[in-house]
């Protein structure tokens, strides 16, 4: 088990990366950030060293909801990401709920993203041959019915990344215009794509927070998972069981249970 004070809760970090279609900018804070997040062709995402990431992933430019995504990008960060989790992750006025899940996901695919390539250096074969978070242990499948074998813990985030990217840029499962059909297992298939983020998270945590520590970017880690449990919590895109690994770290940061986040949300 993970003691209450294993891992120090903090803030958002200083710096904002945009990523632009083939660069990164850091330094970016502040009205900055704000400013390039308005620019529809900017997607600015707290990070870790840019030089790390795979390339990120965006809604197609010319699709109504990637004007959407950026009128609501603009939105969060004009909100106190810092400390208003409730508020960042409730959907806007006029914005289905399915089609703030679809947004989110993108951001969310960036974030962790973002989050594996800050370890992969120090996540090798011989320190991780396997992928686990505490004592638990995960094999990897292509899908929920498929073999499951044993993987190191690199291959399992990346096996992660490249089959959510698959699956979160696949038109039938998830439209890119406003106003379309989503399928009927929408959301139970995005519940699988959750729960194998939180396992990167979960692994991250247990086998890494102190280099990131070391890095200075445990603040952004921080930030990110505990956004990330607001966020899985009131879609109920994760079953509480899952979580157990970091348990005590949720009940530490005092999240609140989902009908709580359904009344803050209604109340912005």
Not at 6 to 26: E, G, H, K, N
Request: aromatic share 12%; net charge negative.
């Amino acid at each position: 088990m993970i003691g209450r004070d294993a891992f120090r809760p903090q803030l958002w970090p200083p710096a904002v990366y945009c990523v632009v279609p083939d660069i990164m900018i850091s330094g970016a804070s502040g009205n900055h950030a704000a400013s390039a997040a308005a620019d529809s062709s900017v997607l600015c995402v707290p990070g870790a060293n840019p030089s790390a990431l795979l390339p990120p992933i965006s809604l197609p430019t010319a699709s109504n909801l990637y004007a959407v995504h950026c009128e609501t990008r603009t939105r969060t960060l004009a909100l106190d990401g810092a400390t208003d989790h409730a508020a960042t992750v409730s959907p806007p006025p006029n914005v289905s709920e399915y089609d703030w899940l679809a947004i989110s996901t993108y951001d969310m695919w960036n974030e962790m993203n973002i989050i594996v390539g800050s370890v992969q250096e120090y996540c090798t074969k011989l320190l991780c041959p396997t992928m686990t978070a505490g004592d638990f242990e995960y094999a990897w499948a292509d899908d929920e019915a498929g073999e499951l074998k044993k993987v190191s813990a690199l291959e399992y985030m990346s096996n992660v990344l490249d089959w959510s990217e698959r699956k979160i840029t696949d038109r039938r499962f998830m439209p890119n215009e406003h106003g379309q059909a989503y399928p009927a297992n929408f959301k139970a298939e995005l519940a699988v794509i959750y729960k194998r983020f939180f396992r990167l998270y979960g692994h991250i945590y247990y086998s890494h927070f102190k280099q990131l520590e070391d890095a200075g970017v445990e603040r952004h880690l921080n930030h990110s998972f505990k956004h990330f449990v607001y966020f899985v919590r009131r879609f109920e895109l994760v079953e509480e069981s899952e979580l157990a690994p970091l348990q005590s770290l949720i009940d530490a940061w005092k999240i609140p249970p989902r009908e709580a986040l359904l009344r803050m949300g209604s109340q912005l």
